[in-house]
């Protein structure tokens, strides 16, 4: 496919800071936030298009104006971090003086040149969030930058990178919102923003409680050249994966999309990659665990509150067993995540100094379909594709690349919505890694098509 080539011009980034005075103080990052697991940045990129222009406003001017007025409330987004130490504990400093990276631009593109429908990667992606030197450290950096281009057909894309020990995506997702409804005319967010870090911060004395699998200290596989590509589940799919374990155990019924996909998937990447029978695999998934305490995490509370429990086995075991030993081995990683596994997981933060995710043939996922993305509303109504632009590499202590992959919302060249998974394999696993999930929906296919009949 020849590569669509465009240009952009870019203003020199500058500081969007809040509207108002705001506090100016120093505060904690809880336990959770401030992981070494946690220290990398995540880009997302939105796009609006449609039948939502407005044509005699300018989004750029727009956008910049809200976030400046949704600063006041998020005034922590403004501030920088430092490391106190000993435990290198991370604390914001708000200053009131600084802010937000802001980046204004043109492109000679319209939204339909850049892609119908919209799926990940994006290879112009350093075109419409430019890589400003310098801001991507995790001290004394500015903890967001975002990027609005203007399309030459009226639309615009807002590309954004994020501080990850600042928030999580259901914590970016609430800051966005709140800066698209200032957009829109109210006077202060719908949900007000909680701080209150100091929820999910070690106990006294901290008591680790539980087994965590997501930080065993196991020796890391160096990560090949990568290829990058996404994959669509929708509907069909998901009642063709579905038809290869609904007799076993009723799991069939009473599993989740998510769970179905993670299985599959888990295991096509473990055949692609040819390991030995005897190595050990696991997969790592995302639960968001604001209900998990009793009472709730406050609404609006816009820290990092999840777990990154692990499903383990060998690959052996996982390549030959049917799907549904894959599908329960997911269940059970994630009914793991309880109020009390949270708070021993914070307690081990602390008394192992602070470890990454680790682990050999790790496989790490996060589905950011229902974090809140999606209703991102400035004014030009919801984005026509929003969430990651790819799998996320980031850098362990030993160099050692670690990958994150993801499941957005997305649509197929049909039309149909659905789960686009963003996945990172080397070229030639990535090849087999396809075959292999051709291969279990024609069986579900098939099964499906029986069972009509």
């Known amino acids: 496919m020849e590569q669509l080539v465009f240009t952009v011009r870019r203003q020199e980034a500058k500081l969007v800071v809040p509207a108002k005075l705001t506090p100016r103080v120093h505060l904690p990052l809880s336990d959770i936030d401030d992981q070494e697991g946690l220290r990398f940045h995540i880009p997302i990129i939105k796009f609006y298009g449609g039948s939502h222009f407005q044509s005699d406003k300018d989004p750029v001017k727009v956008i910049r104006e809200a976030l400046s007025e ?40 319209t939204l ?40 030459t057909c009226g639309g615009f894309v807002l590309a954004c990178r994020f501080n990850h020990t600042m928030c999580d995506g259901t914590g970016l997702a609430q800051f966005l919102t709140a800066a698209g409804e200032l957009a829109r005319g109210r006077q202060a967010p719908s949900v007000p923003p909680v701080w209150e870090r100091k929820l999910l911060s070690a106990r006294d004395p901290p008591r680790v409680t539980f087994t965590h699998h997501e930080f065993d200290e196991l020796v890391e596989v160096p990560i090949e050249d990568l290829d990058h590509r996404s994959f669509f589940f929708g509907s069909d799919e998901v009642m063709a994966l579905r038809q290869l374990v609904f007799d076993q155990d009723q799991l069939g019924r009473r599993c989740t999309s998510f769970e179905l996909m993670i299985a599959c998937i888990w295991r096509c990447r473990t055949i692609a990659l040819g390991l030995e029978p005897n190595e050990d695999v696991r997969v790592h998934f995302v639960v968001n665990a604001r209900k998990k305490y009793k009472p709730h995490l406050p609404t609006g509370y816009y820290g990092n509150a999840s777990a990154f429990p692990a499903a383990l086995t060998t690959a052996g075991m996982l390549c030959t067993q ?111 890694f396809e075959d292999e999930m051709q291969r279990l929906l024609k069986h579900g296919y098939h099964i499906l098509s029986t069972l009509q009949t």
Request: charged share 20%.
């Open 70 to 109: 949704a600063l006041v409330f998020y005034y922590p987004f403004a501030g920088r971090l430092r490391e106190e130490l000993p435990g290198r504990k991370l604390i914001v400093d708000c200053t009131g003086e600084l802010g937000i990276l802001f980046i204004e631009a043109d492109a000679d593109v």
């Open 322 to 432: 049917p799907l549904g030993y894959a599908l329960k081995l997911v269940i059970e990683a994630k009914e793991v995540v309880t109020e009390e596994y949270m708070r021993s997981m914070t307690d081990l933060m602390v008394l192992r100094g602070r470890p990454p995710y680790m682990g050999a043939h790790s496989f790490f996922i996060s589905d950011v379909r229902h974090v809140g993305f999606v209703d991102v509303d400035f004014g030009w109504g919801k984005a026509c594709y929003t969430g990651l632009t790819s799998s996320c590499a980031t850098a362990l202590p030993s160099q050692v690349m670690r990958l994150f992959n993801f499941f957005v919302c997305g649509k197929n060249d049909k039309d149909e919505d659905g789960a686009l998974l963003l996945l990172s394999l080397p070229p030639t696993a990535m090849k087999v």
């Open 112 to 151: 339909k040149e850049l892609g119908v429908p919209l799926q990940p990667p994006f290879p112009y992606l350093k075109d419409l969030l430019h890589d400003v030197p310098g801001s991507d450290g995790i001290l004394g950096c500015p903890l967001l930058l975002i990027q609005v281009t203007r399309l």
